[in-house]
Structures are given as C-alpha cells and as structure tokens.
C-alpha cells in the first residue's frame, strides 16, 4: 500500500503528461486539416479561374477572329450576329457560366431572354437589335477590364 501511494503521483503525472499531449495534438491536427482544407479551396479556386481566363481569352480570340458584332456606319447602330455568336462564342460563355461574374452572367441573360422571346413570339421586338448589341459589348468589355485587374493585381504582387 504504501508503494502504490509513493507511486500515486508519479502515475498521476504521467496519466496528466498524456491528456495534455493527447489534447495538444489534437488541436494540432484540427489546425492541419483546416490548413489544408483552406489550400484545397484556394487550389480550386485557382483552378477555377485559371479556366475563366483561358475561355475569356478564347472569346476574345473569337471576337476578333470572326464578324461577331456589326456596326452600320450611317447610322452607327449596332448589330448582334446571332449566327456567329450562338456558334463561336456561346457555347464559351455556357461552358463556364458557374464561374461567370455576376455582371458578365447578367448580360448573357438579357441576351438568352431576348432569344427566347423571338423564338416564342416568332418575331423581333423593335428594341432587339439594340439589345442584343448592347448586350454584347458589355460582355466584352466586363471581360477586358477583368484582363486589367488581373494584369493590376500581378504588378501589385511585384
């Protein structure tokens, strides 16, 4: 009896070391496995919109390489080419509509609801063409300025 009491609170210091120690790693875990959790986010993150730019870029590209947008010179009225671009760039614009900015994804909807109404009604509103054009030339320029902040944004890192 009396050994296990000279024993008693070397016992307790142990079995206290070990609760300690168990109750300091776990916090450690729990903070590796958020740290981990939070890199993964920003992976994706990355990931996502390393895709954004690269189709950004495709629309651009596009844009350029194809009479997308039409301007009458006499009047200066503008005209949507809705044969090349339901075939160059909207099937762009949906394959990454879930990574679209919110403005961006706006005015892809104003131009998908003025489609709808014409193929409902089966005719043009007066108002379409402008529209559609102006629809569309806020879409390129929502993705030009997010080149320039993205550009910005690296210098401020330099």
Do not use: C
Request: charged residues 35%.
């Amino acid at each position: 009896m009396e050994l296990f009491i000279n024993t008693l609170p070397s016992m307790l210091g142990v079995v206290v070391g070990g609760l300690i120690t168990f109750f300091i790693q776990q916090s450690s875990i729990k903070k590796q496995l958020e740290w981990e959790r939070e890199k993964m986010e920003l992976d994706n993150f990355q990931k996502d919109e390393d895709r954004k730019f690269e189709t950004y870029n495709k629309i651009l590209q596009a844009d350029g390489d194809h009479i997308i947008h039409d301007i009458n010179y006499h009047t200066g009225a503008g005209k949507l080419q809705t044969k090349a671009y339901n075939e160059y760039i909207r099937p762009l614009l949906f394959d990454i509509y879930h990574l679209l900015d919110e403005d961006v994804a706006e005015e892809v909807e104003n131009i998908e609801n003025v489609f709808e109404r014409q193929y409902i009604m089966e005719e043009e509103d007066p108002t379409d063409k402008e529209v559609l054009s102006k629809s569309y030339l806020k879409i390129i320029s929502l993705i030009k300025q997010e080149f320039k902040n993205l550009r910005s944004s690296k210098r401020k890192v330099k």
